[in-house]
């Protein structure tokens, strides 16, 4: 299936650009992804990488003529986001790329976001050969379905169109993760918002003591565990890596 993977994006500044955007090209042109476009669509950024690093373009400028393997999409104005339910800008951007897809006619979108990484060999395999349903992940530390991951076919593009067209004003009345019309939760694969988890706080677990230097060694983080599948909101603290076989067990 011919396949686009894309992120959204909101660049500040070129420090921004290196330590997430710049980290998930680099990432992902090692992982055995069968995408022939890696976009990144974004909500008006402030800062843009040289165009020979990746080449930007408008969200208005026609895209059969692109032959660049990596692009940036850009709206003109940043959306942004207003609240922990309220993120305009990031769905613009999502439900963007279904214009993308039907404009460079793609069979399908998988949509990693700029922080969220593929570890293992067997979710890469699954991701390549589905060929119909909406697929998302699931995070056990939340407890809902993981969208960071998606996987929508070309059978979906139809009900995501009708979720667009039925949402214009971009407000949503909670997350994406209790919004989208995915048809599957995947359970089978191990992976989580693993810099949320901490352990060894004792009487030091409230979200107020975040802020010490200190919470942020080793011995306070819950690590990565050795057959993960997946990652999300990874930070740059976390070595990442991808596992082209699976772990000996």
């Known amino acids: 299936m011919k396949t686009i993977v894309f992120c959204t994006s909101f660049i500040r500044d070129s420090k921004a650009w290196e330590s997430r955007y710049q980290r998930w090209l680099d990432f992902y042109r090692d992982v055995p992804l069968e995408a022939f476009k890696k976009i990144m669509i974004d909500d008006g950024s402030p800062y843009l990488p040289p165009a020979s690093v990746i080449k930007t373009v ?3 400028a ?21 609240n922990i339910k309220d993120y ?9 790329s279904l214009a993308v897809a039907k404009e460079l006619g793609a069979d399908k979108i998988v949509h990693i976001e700029s922080d969220a990484f593929l ?3 067997r979710l890469v395999d699954f991701i390549n050969q589905t060929q119909n349903g909406w697929h998302v992940l699931w995070t056990e530390h939340n407890n809902f379905a993981e969208t960071a991951i998606q996987v929508i ?6 009900a995501f169109q009708k979720f667009k067209d039925a949402n214009p004003s971009l407000h949503f009345p909670d997350l994406a993760e209790n919004l989208l019309p995915f048809t599957e939760v995947h359970r089978e ?12 706080r004792w ?13 942020q060694w080793d011995f306070f983080v819950e690590p990565i565990p050795g057959n993960a ?3 999300t909101q990874g930070v740059p603290r976390q070595r990442l890596a991808f596992r082209a076989s699976s772990p000996v067990a």
Request: net charge neutral.
């Open 119 to 121: 570890l293992s060999q």
């Open 58 to 60: 408008s969200n208005t």
């Open 189 to 200: 694969f191990i992976g989580d918002r693993y810099s949320e988890l901490k352990r060894n």
């Open 153 to 158: 076919c070309r059978d979906q593009f139809e």
């Open 229 to 231: 599948d997946f990652v």
């Open 62 to 82: 026609p895209l059969a003529s692109e032959d660049d393997e990596n692009l940036i999409i850009r709206f003109d104005n940043n959306l942004g986001r207003q």
């Open 88 to 96: 305009p800008g990031w769905w613009r951007s999502f439900m963007h």
């Open 203 to 215: 009487i030091f677990k409230s979200k107020k003591f975040n802020f010490l230097p200190m919470f």
